[in-house]
């Protein structure tokens, strides 16, 4: 089967960098990615590695790691509109992807 | 242009009902997927099709769920004699064939009283 761990809830200052970090355990590996969801909102993409390394898209940035199944996403000068549920997101095997459980952010003035 | 857009947004039902919930994809997407997300969790994957392949099924609870997709287009999942534990939000996503990037409609949020 497949598993993904992050941490429950996060918070951090205005301005300030985050960092969100997934472990997975899978059998079979395409890659990882990252979504966001407001409250009451859908998931929207925010990124997919399937090669190791980091992949930067403006403020927010997401590593991969598949010697140590891991990843994590970055999120640089924080705004108050980034508090949400950031999910990471396994491919492997199918083209379904299983979700983690999600790590809520909070920003704080 | 359009995203992906579901039906009805809010649906209340009695237990042991039947429910059909609507997905309309984006135009040109092969790829549909539906989730359910109970309050304050992941998203589980349900089932998954993929242009006139038959569909990948391995995520559906229970044979009260079934799902399909006309004309590779809409697709519509129903619950049979629904029971609390259905209660949920349930999402649609399409892609691209070939592509990891989902597209997630805004939802249907099912209460079964």
Same mark, same amino acid.
């Given at each position: ?25 899978? @059998?079979?590996? /395409?890659? =990882?990615?990252?979504?966001? #969801?407001?409250?009451?909102? *859908?998931?929207? !993409?925010?990124?997919?590695? $399937? ?17 140590? @199944?891991?990843? /994590?996403? =970055?999120?640089?000068?924080? #705004?108050?509109?980034?508090? *949400?549920?950031? !999910?990471?997101?396994?491919? $492997? ?17 | ?113």
């Amino acid at each position: 089967g497949q598993s993904l761990e992050q941490p429950s809830e996060v918070t951090a200052v205005e301005g300030a960098i985050v960092q969100i970090n997934c472990t997975y355990q899978t @059998s079979g590996f /395409y890659g =990882l990615s990252w979504y966001q #969801q407001h409250d009451g909102g *859908a998931p929207t !993409f925010l990124s997919y590695n $399937a090669l190791d390394g980091l992949e930067e898209t403006g403020r927010f940035s997401s590593f991969l790691s598949r010697s140590d @199944s891991y990843g /994590y996403l =970055l999120l640089q000068e924080l #705004q108050m509109k980034d508090s *949400a549920s950031y !999910f990471c997101a396994l491919a $492997a095997g199918r083209r379904a992807l299983t979700f983690g459980s999600g790590t809520r952010l909070q920003v704080q003035p | 242009g359009a995203g992906v857009s579901q039906s009805p947004s809010n649906k209340v039902t009695e237990k042991g009902k039947d429910v059909e919930l609507r997905c309309d994809p984006i135009s040109g997407h092969t790829a549909l997927y539906w989730y359910r997300q109970s309050l304050g969790q992941g998203l589980e994957f349900l089932i998954y099709f993929q242009g006139n392949s038959a569909p990948d099924k391995s995520g559906l609870p229970s044979d009260r769920f079934s799902a399909e997709r006309t004309g590779g287009s809409v697709s519509t999942l129903t619950i049979q004699r629904t029971q609390q534990e259905d209660s949920a939000v349930y999402l649609c996503a399409s892609s691209r064939q070939e592509s990891y990037e989902q597209y997630f409609g805004p939802g249907t949020r099912l209460t079964v009283t």
